[in-house]
């Protein structure tokens, strides 16, 4: 676990700031490109665990990597390059106010919602009679605010444009992309043996104010897939899905007692969960890519990466 990057205080040539964010370390450069690295921070319920997963953000930047490629024809992506496992290096964007959450199934916070006797969420209507993990008739979009500090919080599209978060323009065209991006992301997933359950997506604009796919995508950390085999035999039994998500970190703390509200303190994480948790990100990489996870040099990570780093911006001046 020592070797797990947790936070950077790196200082790169032309730098203009430094933000960190749940999960990732991110920097300006020269107004130029936007420096993101993967930590290996989890966080839950909107807060950041204490202990670093092994591998857990080279996982999500080489998923997001990956997927940002097979989806590059229908919108454009900020990535220029990713000069290290869990870096990307890309096109500085500014980003909508609003992440485009989209849901195909029954799953954990709508689900929660759901039983709590709610039938609208973001102003859409969901139907009577379903029980967990059933599929939607067509994906919802669920919306939600992108705040940098505290919750997210669910949003209408009304409440959106009566907010003027996002013009109707542009939010169309956001409506658009995101049903297409997790038709392709579905298919992939399919092709895979899995089920792409829900997922969000992030868009900015570039400096020609071009939409622009930015941040991660189809990551475990921002989707929740299912094994297909055997999902229709699990919901007519009434069995909990198969999944590959962090929906199993988010039940081991609702197990201990923790929901991310006031006054609840963090379980202990032991080694054995954390390295529990690495597996199955290490899992779900090798399922939804087809590819075998090859684990990066760890023993001086942030040197290698503040090299690497250096290394793009050298030759990128």
């Known amino acids: 676990?020592?070797?797990?990057?947790?936070?950077?205080?790196?200082?790169?040539?032309?730098?203009?700031?430094?933000?960190?964010g749940k999960v990732r370390e991110v920097y300006n450069v020269d107004d130029k490109y936007l420096v993101m690295i993967a930590s290996d921070r989890i966080s839950a319920f909107d807060v950041v665990l204490p202990a670093g997963i092994p591998f857990k953000g080279q996982v999500l930047n080489q998923v997001?990597?990956?997927?940002?490629?097979?989806?590059?024809?229908?919108?454009?992506?900020?990535?220029i390059d990713t000069p290290d496992p869990s870096v990307a290096i890309g096109h500085l964007c500014d980003p909508f106010k609003v992440e485009m959450v989209i849901r195909g199934y029954l799953s954990g916070h709508a689900w929660r919602e759901y039983?709590?006797?709610?039938?609208?969420?973001?102003?859409?209507?969901?139907?009577?009679?379903?029980?967990?993990?059933?599929?939607?008739?067509?994906?919802?979009?669920?919306?939600?605010?992108?705040?940098?500090?505290?919750?997210?919080?669910?949003?209408s599209r009304e409440d959106i444009l009566a907010q003027g978060l996002v013009s109707e323009e542009d939010?169309?065209?956001?409506?658009?992309?995101?049903?297409?991006?997790?038709?392709?992301?579905?298919?992939?997933?399919?092709?895979?043996?899995?089920?792409?359950?829900?997922?969000?997506?992030e868009f900015g604009k570039d400096v020609n104010g071009v939409i622009t796919l930015i941040d991660e995508i189809h990551t475990p950390d921002s989707s929740r897939y299912f094994y297909k085999e055997g999902y229709q035999a699990r919901q007519d039994a009434d069995e909990a899905q198969k999944q590959l998500s962090k929906e199993f970190v988010r039940q081991w703390l609702i197990e201990n007692g923790f929901q991310g509200k006031e006054g609840q303190q963090i379980p202990e994480m032991?080694?054995?969960?954390?390295?529990?948790?690495?597996?199955?990100?290490?899992?779900?990489?090798?399922?939804?890519?087809?590819?075998?996870?090859?684990?990066?040099?760890?023993?001086?990570?942030m040197k290698r990466v503040e090299e690497n780093i250096k290394g793009f911006l050298s030759i990128n001046a």
């Open 171 to 201: 939010y169309v065209q956001l409506e658009d992309y995101t049903r297409k991006l997790f038709q392709r992301g579905t298919e992939i997933a399919s092709d895979m043996g899995l089920i792409l359950v829900d997922t969000k997506y």
């Open 115 to 155: 039983r709590d006797g709610k039938r609208i969420i973001c102003g859409v209507t969901m139907p009577d009679g379903m029980k967990e993990n059933d599929k939607f008739p067509e994906p919802l979009l669920t919306p939600t605010t992108k705040e940098d500090v505290g919750h997210d919080e669910d949003i």
């Open 1 to 20: 676990m020592s070797n797990t990057i947790m936070k950077t205080e790196f200082k790169f040539e032309g730098q203009k700031s430094h933000y960190r």
């Open 270 to 301: 032991n080694e054995e969960l954390v390295n529990s948790i690495s597996e199955r990100y290490i899992e779900l990489y090798e399922q939804i890519t087809g590819d075998t996870f090859v684990k990066s040099d760890t023993t001086d990570v």
């Open 64 to 79: 997001a990597e990956k997927f940002m490629k097979a989806t590059s024809d229908i919108v454009p992506n900020w990535i």
